[in-house]
């Protein structure tokens, strides 16, 4: 489904991603960890068309498509989907408003009806109760006054209703108490499915406890330094990064992207 | 020394029949206003009220009295004028002027008996004691040129009049319609009473049928009485050539609450002036304003906010979005009296610019005389966030979509103040065209 080819990415001329080589087929989960500044969140950006970062070299195919060369509004039709770290508040703009205009311009290009305000609603509900979200939700603007845990809950619930083909998922356990993150990680596994496929971005191992990966690859310093199975992540998370960045390059000293 | 253009605005200058009598109390106000604005003319860019306004193109124009006989306007040539299809809406009271003349026709005023809804001019001819005890008492035609040549004009407009007590569910519309085929100039005149304990819902607008270049200069002043709770709209969507000046001079009595909707759609120029004087105790008042800018269009927005009594509370936000090589002035005084201690006020101007041509001269004014007062203001220009409009294309939306729904949120808090649903919903969809066109317009570029 995505094949990443010796991808290199930069912002304001420093180097943050240097030759990421990574494939994921239809129906696999992949976790990708790393230290801080090693270029996670950098590469769930440039996947997703994020237009301040400049690719230098490489080539991402997704379904066969030059998926570098889309527009991100036109990834998120052919169904890239990225849940974001620090979702952005949009005031005046309400959350059903938002996401229906959003649903309905993948639907329209999947050769699907636009869903009226009702029809709409019937849709989500279901997908609310799922991640525990109030209703009252839908009325306010999207992500405005949401505590962090509503704001991470409220991406699992734009990926459920956008039923994305790829998701990356960005530090979404991040700033979750054990609750929300179960109920968060409930969401993921009922998105899982043999058509789906997912990048699950991470610092911690804790959310792999919960939505257990296929494959886990660790990135230092803007390369993908080890790829395992699931229990790569509980070596990880015994004995630390230090461990592996011993094995890659130095990192550069005062590089820091989150 | 007068201008070509004021001489001639000033032939137009007449009097009714009713007034034409030596001694009628408006035929005084009338020719004391007309000596002032002898002695003010146009203002000048020299005067810091008008720095960033330049109206010498005004004097160069020669207008006439707007045409009031022989103009007929029907129904069907209001249809698609957002503004009046908000007028004709069931469940609104309307009064419609054409050309400055109240038009028995398109107006509706089915009120309950105790509210007078009318036009001014039968009003002053029937010889109300409210319009005598009024009108012209509070918008300072000393000092305002454009008040001044107003209140020389007072002839015709709506008069409103609500008794003390009395809860009017029903908004009461007036519409001012321009149909002018040749430069005209229209001075559009205002009574609003509201009396003690009393609650209304005003909306006034301004729109231009046809693309002639024309002046409409409006004065509407606001008594509100003690306790009442009045909420004014003044809603402008003039046409593409107009020059559109206005003044809202509002009196507030004890613990009255007000408050006043000003929105600028239309237009080539407009100057709006909203004065509120909390005169009583306990008043309180909500000024919100929006502003949308294109192509060359000008607005000025000036607003004072006279605490003169203690305990009273003011709440401001004007918000402005500009596009192309468009320009805007918000000029926000707040004055706190002597006497008036344990003011509240907060005043807020944000700024959206969508063009790197557009700009904004944006001034909020403290004028603190008593001590113990809370007053805070805050100003805010800024172009669309680069990472909410990420965040939106992520989501599928494209980036015209992107920017034409952030801009539409940063203006939605301010029609969120409006208790009119209806009324609040046109606007809406009003907003949502005018901002795609513009996206739709930067995109061709």
Redesign the interface.
Known sequence: MLEIKNLHASIEGREILRGINLSVNAGEVHAIMGPNGSGKSTLAHVL?????YQITAGEVLFEGKDLLGM???E???EGV??A?QY??E????SNM???R??LN??RK?RGLDELDAIDFLKTVREKMKILDMDETLMNR?VNEGFSGGEKKRNEIF?MAV?EPKLAILDETDSGLDIDALRIVADGINRLRGPDRAMALVTHYQRLLNYVVPDFVHVLADGRIVKSGGKDLAHELEQKGYAWLEETAEPVKSGVSVR | MIATTEKQLLSTFGFNKTLNENGHWLRDIRDRAIARFNELGFPTTKLEDWKYTNVSALAKIPFEAAAADGVILTREQLRGVFLAEAAFAENCNRLVFVNGHYSGELSSPDLCDQVIATSLAKAIHDESPSVRAHLARYAAYDLRAFVALNTAFIEDGAFIEVPAGAVIETPIHILYVSTSTEPAASHPRSLIVVGDRSQARIIESHVGLGDEIYLTNAVTEIIAGQNSVVEHYKLQDESHSAFHVSTVQVEQGRDSVVTSHSISLGGKLTRNDVTVVLNGEGAECSLNGLYITSERQHVDNHTVIDHAKPHGTSRELYKGILCDKSSAVFDGSIIVRTDAQKTDSRQSNKNLLLSEEATINSKPQLEINADDVKCAHGTSIGHPDEASIFYLRSRGIDQREAQALLTYGFANDVLDRMSIEGLRVRLECALIARLSHVAQTRSRE
């Open positions: 997703a068309g994020r237009e301040s527009l991100p509004e990834r998120a039709r989907f990225l974001f979702p952005v949009i005031a005046g703009v408003y938002f996401l205009a959003a311009t993948i290009h603007p734009q956008l």
